[in-house]
T-cell receptor, first 114, second 111 residues
Framework: DTEVTQTPKHLVMGMTNKKSLKCEQHMGHRAMYWYKQKAKKPPELMFVYSYEKLSINESVPSRFSPECPNSSLLNLHLHALQPEDSALYLC?????????????FGSGTRLTVV | TQLLEQSPQFLSIQEGENLTVYCNSSSVFSSLQWYRQEPGEGPVLLVTVVTGGEVKKLKRLTFQFGDARKDSSLHITAAQTGDTGLYLCAGEHNYGQNFVFGPGTRLSVLP
């Protein structure tokens, strides 16, 4: 299995809703990442988990709450989002450090906040 | 913060033409990667370059890493409509856990 699977593919939520994005990989990668990508922009790093521990939080607002239940799963819990949070949310995984294999990205969740 | 610049920002060419896109930085990177991203999808890794001066070929794509490991180029020969997409370079610093994406080159190959 050489894929990162993200669900759902599309999500529309109101500003008072609570929802979660899910990411799964079975490549044995021990680093997992959340990126946010706005239209016509490159991905921006949000969080890095290494060996199931949060190692980097790029000053992301607390309305985004990551969780790594085990080495294969990564969640992003969403609460009280704003319309400007609408974006493509990408999950990626790698060996610790990108190395020659780079990052494997999922197809993303297209989030719209209304 | 290590910044990566890419040029050109946009490129529109006819099928069959050759093109080169560039990725530049003032910082030295332990590795540099090129990704291609299509609309609504995540980036897909094309190549990783590690050694200064390294050249890698992937069919019609040729990647070069600068001698000083601060810049890279991607050359596409005889472009095809399937090459259309956003080309992102990304540099890893000090073998760390995160790396910086360039702003991307948006390539459109017209039939």
């Amino acid at each position: 299995d050489t894929e990162v699977t993200q669900t759902p593919k599309h999500l529309v939520m109101g500003m008072t809703n609570k929802k979660s994005l899910k990411c799964e990989q079975h490549m044995g990668h021990r680093a997992m990442y959340w990126y946010k990508q706005k239209a016509k922009k490159p991905p921006e790093l949000m969080f890095v988990y290494s060996y199931e521990k949060l190692s980097i939080n790029e000053s992301v607002p607390s309305r985004f709450s990551p969780e790594c239940p085990n080495s294969s799963l990564l969640n992003l819990h969403l609460h009280a989002l704003q319309p400007e949070d609408s974006a493509l949310y990408l999950c990626a995984s790698s060996r610790p450090g990108a190395g020659p294999d780079g990052y494997t990205f999922g197809s993303g969740t297209r989030l719209t906040v209304v | 913060t290590q910044l990566l610049e890419q040029s050109p920002q946009f490129l529109s060419i006819q099928e069959g033409e050759n093109l080169t896109v560039y990725c530049n930085s003032s910082s030295v990177f332990s590795s540099l990667q090129w990704y291609r991203q299509e609309p609504g999808e995540g980036p897909v890794l094309l190549v990783t370059v590690v050694t200064g001066g390294e050249v890698k070929k992937l069919k019609r794509l040729t990647f070069q890493f600068g001698d000083a490991r601060k810049d890279s180029s991607l050359h596409i020969t005889a472009a095809q409509t399937g090459d259309t997409g956003l080309y992102l370079c990304a540099g890893e610093h000090n073998y760390g856990q995160n790396f910086v994406f360039g702003p991307g080159t948006r390539l459109s190959v017209l039939p």
